[in-house]
C-alpha cells in the first residue's frame, strides 16, 4: 500500500501566468470551483500571487472584489511566499494542557520570529494551527504536511534543526 | 507461513512513528528471512500505545505496544515465535479498555484496511444500503427518526427530522453535504473514520442520498486533515469502482456519486450554513435561518448537513433497525457517542460508549487522570465554545441535556484534561482570542464583543476596577449569547463564565465556596 505524503505547502514554481491560468480551467466545470482553484495555484506556487486575482475574476464572471474577499478570509491562503519549509505549531486547547505553550515560545526564541513570520534566512516560516486532531498525542506539529506529535524540547530542536537545513 | 501484521495508517499513529516502525520491521523480516504481510489500517483508538502493532495468530489478534523501530529486531522476533516480549499486550480484543467500550460505529475502525472495499464488505460493510433498498425512500427516513439519532457534531439535532424536511422538499437537486470541518480542539473521531473506515462514511451518505431524492454529496473536510482526505479519495474511488457509488448504486436504480472538498483554515466553516457559502466558493460567512439548509441550502437547494459520525451511524441503524440503536443511551440521548479523551490524560484516545456514562468516570477512571501526575483541575468538554467543568461537575452523565442543564455542552464529544498548573483566567481570555480570531465578521457582538471582551479579561487580571470589570464581562457574554447567529458568537461565553463561576480566585476573588452542586 502507498504511503500517504501530503504535499508541503512550501513554495515552488515562480509566478507564471500561462500556468495559473492552465490550473485556474482545470476546475472551471465544477460546482463552485472557487476554493479549489485556489488551493491549486497555492500548490503551484506556495502563495496566491495578487495577478492571479483578476485571472481568476474573468474565468469565473466575478467581481475582483468577491476574489479578494474569499482569499483574505481564509487563514490558508497566503499572500507572498513562505519559507523553505512551513512549521506548523498547535496553539489550541488539548495542546495547551499538555504544556504547548513553552513549546511555541521555545521556537519563536530560536528562530528569532513571531507566531507567522518567516526566519530571517528564509528557511521556515512559524505559524500557529488550531488543532490537528492529535489531542490524545498532544502537543502536536505539522512540518510540511508531515504531522509530529509528543512534541517536546528535544523533539522540537530535532524539527528546528530540520527545517533550518 | 507468512506472518500478517497490522500497523495503523492514521495520522496519530504516524505522528509517533508508525512509518519508522514499518520500514524498520520490514527490514527486519528480510534480515531475519520471515515472509511478512503488513496491512496498515486505522487507529483502534488507545493512542497511548501508538504506534501500536498486532500479530494475526490462531488465537486472535495480539497487540503490541508502544513500539519504536528499536524494537523491530527483538519484536518480529517474538512475534515469529510466539514468545513473550516487554511491549506484549495480549489478545487486542481482551484489552481492558478496549472490553469496556460499546463500539457500533468505530466496530471497524483499526481493524480493516482502509482502502479496501473487499475488506468493508468482509466485516458487514454494506449491509446498511441493502435494507435501505429493500426498504425504500420512506422507511428508510423513518427509522433513521425512530433509531433517535442526534446531530454528532455538536447541536444534537434529531437526524431523521433533517432527512424528512429535506425528503419533503422537491426540487430538481439535492445534496447530501457531510461536514468533515472537525475544528474542536480535543476531537479527531472524524479524522479517525475517514482515515480507518471511510467506506461507512459513504455508504452513510448514500444512503441519505437515496432516502432523501439527492444524487450529488460532498465531504467537506478541513485542511488540517491531509491523511483523512487522501484516504477519503481513495475510497471513494474504490466505491465508484465497486458499485457503492455512481449511476445504480448497489445495483439500484438510485445514482449517487460524490467528491471530497478542502477546506482552507476557517473554523467557522464547522458551521453548516457557513460551510455551504464555503463550498459555493464564497466567503464562509454564517446565514440566517430560516431558510433551513433542508429547504435552502446548498447552491439554493434543499441540503441535508450532517456530521461525519451522524451519517457513520447511519448503516448500522439499517442493518440492524431503529430499536437496536435507541436500546442504547439515556433520556433523549439515543445510540452510543464515540467521546474523546486528550489534552493532559494519561489514557488519551477514543472512547465508544452508551450516553449515559458521567464525567468523572470518562476522566479519572477511562482517562486514568493527568499524564503530569499532577490533579486534575478542570475539564473543557465540546470544543473551545465548551465549558470548563470543575472537580465538583463530575457527576454530570454524558447526555445531551444533562450538559445544557449546568450551562455546558457535550458538542463533539472531546474532553480535554488540565491539571492544576492551569491559569484559568488565561483560558477564559483565550476563549474570547478564539473567538476573534475565527469569528466570520457577520455579528457585530462576536466580530468586535470577543476582541472588547480580551481586554476586559486583561483589566481584571490587573485588578483595575475589578468589581465593575467582572460585571461588564458578564454583560458581554450576556449580548454575545443572544445576540449572535450561530454558535461560535454564541457559545463563547460558556468557558468564559464557567472559568469565571468555578474558578474566580484565578481572576483575582476570592475562592468559591465548596458547595453541593
Known sequence: MVS???????????????????????????????LPIL???????????????????????????????VITFYHDFRRAPAGRHLLKLCRAEACQAAGGEPLAQRAEA????????????GSVTLEPVYCLGLCALAPSAMLDGRVVARLDHERLEALLAEAQR | MTLRLYIPIDAGALAVGAEEVAAAIRAAAARQAVALDIVRTGSRGLYWLEPMVEAQTPAGRIAYGPVAADDAEGLLRAIATDGPHPLRLGRTDDLPWLKRQTRLTFARCGVVDPR???????????????????????ATVEAVVQSGLRGRGGAGFPTGIKWRTAAQTQAPQKYIVCNADEGDSGTFADRMIMEGDPFVLIEGMAIAGIAVGATKGYVYIRSEYPHAAATMEAAIAAARQGGLLGDRVGDSSF???MEVRVGAGAYVCGEETSLLDSLEGKRGLVRAKPPLPAHKGLFGRPTVVNNVLSFAAVPLILDKGAAFYRD???????????????????????FETAFGITLGELVDDVGGGTRSGRPVRAVQVGGPLGAYFPRALFDTPFDYEAFAAR??????????????TVDMAKQARFAMEFCAIESCGKCTPCRIGSTRGMEVIDRIIRNENRAANTALLEDLCHTLKFGSLCALGGFTPYPVMSALTYFPEDFGAPPRLQAAE
Open chain 2, 328 to 350: 442504547f443511551g439515556m433520556g433523549k440521548s439515543r445510540g452510543t457517542m464515540p467521546i474523546q479523551l486528550a489534552g493532559n490524560i494519561k489514557h488519551g484516545g477514543l
Open chain 2, 116 to 138: 479496501s472495499l473487499a475488506d468493508y464488505r468482509a466485516h458487514d460493510g454494506c449491509r446498511g444500503l441493502a435494507r435501505a433498498l429493500s426498504l425504500g425512500p420512506e
Open chain 1, 4 to 34: 500517504m505524503q501530503p504535499t508541503p505547502s512550501n513554495p515552488r514554481a515562480p509566478w507564471d501566468r500561462e500556468l495559473a491560468l492552465a490550473r485556474i480551467r482545470e476546475h472551471l466545470d465544477r460546482e463552485g470551483p472557487l
Open chain 2, 255 to 257: 445514482a449517487f456519486d
Open chain 1, 110 to 121: 530560536r528562530l528569532g520570529v513571531r507566531m507567522g513570520g518567516t526566519a530571517a534566512d
Open chain 1, 39 to 69: 488551493h491549486a495555484l497555492q500548490e503551484e506556487f506556495g502563495y496566491i500571487d495578487q495577478a492571479a486575482e483578476p485571472l481568476i475574476a474573468a474565468e469565473l464572471n466575478i467581481s475582483r472584489a468577491e476574489v479578494h474577499g
Open chain 2, 407 to 420: 450551562e455546558g455542552l457535550i458538542g463533539h464529544g472531546g474532553i480535554v484534561v488540565f491539571d492544576d
